[in-house]
């Protein structure tokens, strides 16, 4: 039986019969319940804005995993905002759009900066390649329109803005945000213990560096 729906209240879309998709406002709440406390059946859950898909083990834990979710997610509060780790970038700016980004934002290079710094950006959730973080909490006049056409090659570590996030690109990729960057933090590595330094919630500050 379908869940009931409503402004608060969460929806569930199979794909399949081996993958749940939950979507909520407490999505980021409910990935932080399961890392704490797996649920049986759910092999990985995968968190995106205001969604979150659950990999299950098997079909037949299905119906069993969309009634104990619900259960969970009825018990669930919103986090305050920036709850999670702080994770300070170092950055070195001057990235190939850095100087069009501050004319965009009225400023000049110096307060462009000082102002990238000052935001308090949390991260909304990881996704497009592993380890990158969808990062929210710019102030309006530093949300920048994309690229018209993205480009082939963006170097890993690239600092960069589109719309209303800002981002690091843990490898190279092709990418449309603007550049203003770089920094030499790695977020992917697979020989740590914890491959992705932050997740869902944490805190994150840009600091300058020469």
């Known amino acids: 039986m379908p869940a009931p729906s409503g402004p608060d209240l969460p929806t569930f879309e199979w794909l399949g019969d081996a993958a749940l998709n939950v979507r909520t406002p407490l999505a980021r709440e409910l990935y932080a319940s399961l890392r704490a406390h797996p649920l049986p059946g759910v092999q990985e859950a995968v968190p995106a804005l205001d969604l979150l898909t659950l990999l299950l083990d098997a079909p037949t834990a299905g119906e069993a995993v969309q009634e104990t979710v619900a259960a969970r997610l009825a018990t669930l509060t919103p986090a305050p905002g920036g709850s999670g780790r702080r994770v300070v970038v170092p950055v070195t700016f001057g990235g190939p759009d850095l100087d069009w980004c501050a004319a ?31 990062l929210t909490g710019l102030p309006e006049p530093l949300r920048m329109p994309r690229l018209d056409a993205p480009r082939e090659r963006v170097p890993a570590g690239s600092v960069a803005l589109g719309g209303p996030w800002a981002g690091v690109y843990p490898r190279e990729t092709p990418g449309g945000w603007r550049l203003v960057g770089r920094t030499a933090m790695n977020f992917f590595d697979l020989s740590r213990a914890a491959p992705v330094p932050w997740q869902p919630g944490d805190r994150v500050q840009f600091e300058a560096r020469a």
């Open 104 to 134: 965009h934002a009225g400023l000049d290079r110096a307060a462009f900066v000082a102002a990238l710094c000052a935001a308090q950006l949390e991260v909304a959730f990881l996704g497009f390649t592993p380890g990158f973080a969808f």
